[in-house]
């Protein structure tokens, strides 16, 4: 147990290190230069890097809209998990939304009655003289 209070802060320095190292000067959040942060994270270690995470994460989240990275460094990745704010409409998928299967309803009534009718007694709308020429052609096996 003991040697998790060691190595638990080291992992997270480390971490917090690359991460900073990595994130561009213009993306260093609050008004200290990188150098600083990194003194900092080092200096200051179980302390610095648990700061240099939340605050990089929140400025982040801030300036892309609630959006949060799901990489593993800060960059400018465009994928991202979007986080809705109150005031926007929540995603659904297609088959629980129910405009879109008032459309799809729609759509398909439409192609139906489009499609010609036809005439005979056949309701799956084949020949029937295609279907016994089919039958014949595999009694010959």
Request: hydrophobic residues 40%; contains cysteine.
């Amino acid at each position: 147990m003991r040697v998790l209070f060691i190595v638990f802060p080291i992992i997270l320095a480390i971490y917090a290190v690359a991460d900073c190292a990595r994130t561009p000067e213009n993306l260093i959040p609050a008004p200290i230069p990188k150098a600083l942060w990194l003194l900092f994270i080092v200096l200051f270690t179980p302390i610095g890097p648990i700061a240099w995470i939340i605050i990089s994460r929140v400025k982040a989240a801030e300036e892309h809209n609630g959006r949060i990275e799901r990489s593993l460094w800060s960059s400018d990745s465009p994928s991202a998990i979007t986080i809705p704010t109150p005031g926007q409409r929540h995603r659904t998928a297609p088959d629980d939304d129910p405009e879109f299967l008032k459309e799809l309803a729609e759509r398909l009534r439409k192609e139906h009655e489009q499609q010609p009718k036809t005439n005979g007694d056949n309701t799956d709308g084949t020949d029937s003289a295609t279907s016994e020429d089919d039958d014949s052609d595999n009694a010959s096996f």
